[in-house]
């Protein structure tokens, strides 16, 4: 069977982290011209001189198709799609600089996993206040995937959520082709809360890990960090079926057993004693993990929802808590039903 046609429309990648440039080798790899944009001038002129970031993306070469910029009004110019890739702290301001030279018909989609920090807004929430005027094509993209592998080349599934089914159709078809197959939902909620509270449960099974525990715990915690997500993600508007899929279950597997994962590699060095300033430098790249610990604590407290592992992550990151502490804490809660 042929390989689907990728629109030949130009597609504009802001964020050129890991997760920004390999999306830019994805969608430049059907022949599609891409502009991959970011702030920092000077690095934006390394990578277009280069055509490498091996800090973000190691051995990894840019195509052709792909243009650097750090002009974001040139980058977004004659784009049919924009995809924002920053981390959530970046998020609401890009997306504000965004809103002054965008058409209001582009469609515009986000890769960014998190909670807005000090505020627990959903992304999308976010997005529809700083874009602006309603109607505007909107859609989120999320499942479990590694940047390095994505580049690579490598077989992998989405999902691109979107409130209208034809918008995710619509975005969905720009980034589906060769290996990384697009799937599509309308669950915008379940789909970013799926991508941002999979991020907390990375962090607990790199603390088990990194304290010797076993398989056993790894996948104890995983089970029931699953339901942590369902009970918050169901209370907030999310069905239940997104956090069994790709964005849910997929991601959350993902992130807890590979360390490729920043975030399990920042509970691993956590669970071995290394202080947590210590392993974000060494990890060097932001771990969202971290930030939207306190989110999502956050908004369950808020709604009376318990989530004893999340809750216990939040302890080590915040408050000073030991990782061994915290599994003890978590072990000395009374039985209950696994349904409960």
């Not at 469609?107 to 996993?113: R, S």
């Not at 720009?174 to 599509?184: K, Q, S, V």
């Not at 994962?261 to 060494?282: E, H, K, V, W, Y």
């Amino acid at each position: 069977m042929p390989e689907p046609r990728r629109n030949a429309e130009t597609a504009a990648i802001l964020g050129a982290g890991a997760w920004g440039s390999a999306l830019a080798v994805s969608l430049a790899r059907g022949g599609a011209p891409v502009r991959l944009w970011g702030r920092d001038a000077a690095r934006m002129e390394a990578l277009r001189r280069t055509r490498r970031d091996e800090r973000a993306l190691p051995g990894v070469e840019l195509p052709p198709q792909v243009a650097v910029t750090s002009d974001l009004a040139a980058a977004v110019g004659d784009a049919g799609l924009i995809v924002v890739a920053v981390p959530s702290r970046a998020f609401r301001a890009v997306l504000e600089a965004l809103a002054a030279v965008v058409a209001p018909a582009v469609p515009v989609a986000w890769a960014t996993k998190g909670l807005e920090p000090d505020t627990g807004r959903l992304l999308h929430e976010v997005a529809a206040e700083a874009l602006g005027p309603p109607g505007r094509p909107l859609g989120v993209v999320s499942g479990p995937t590694f940047a390095s592998e994505i580049a690579a080349g490598l077989p992998a599934a989405i999902t691109v959520a979107a409130t209208d089914p034809d918008i995710a159709a619509r975005i969905a078809g720009r980034l589906h082709y060769g290996p990384l197959r697009a799937y599509t939902a309308t669950d915008v909620v379940g789909v970013e809360l799926g991508g941002a509270v999979k991020n907390v449960l990375a962090i607990a099974a790199g603390i088990a890990d990194g304290l010797g525990f076993g398989a056993n715990t790894r996948t104890a915690l995983i089970t029931r960090g699953l339901a942590e997500m369902i009970r918050l993600g169901t209370a907030l508007g999310g069905r239940r079926e997104t956090f069994i899929g790709l964005a849910g279950l997929g991601d959350l597997v993902l992130t807890c057993t590979d360390d490729q994962s920043r975030n399990r590699r920042a509970g691993l060095a956590l669970g071995r004693g290394t202080p947590l300033d210590a392993a974000l430098r060494a990890i060097g790249q932001a771990v969202e993990g971290v930030p939207t610990a306190r989110e999502v604590v956050r908004r369950a407290r808020a709604a009376g929802i318990e989530m004893p592992i999340t809750e216990q992550v939040y302890a080590v990151l915040y408050e000073g808590c030991a990782p061994r502490t915290a599994v003890q804490a978590l072990l000395a809660r009374e039985p209950r039903p696994e349904d409960g």
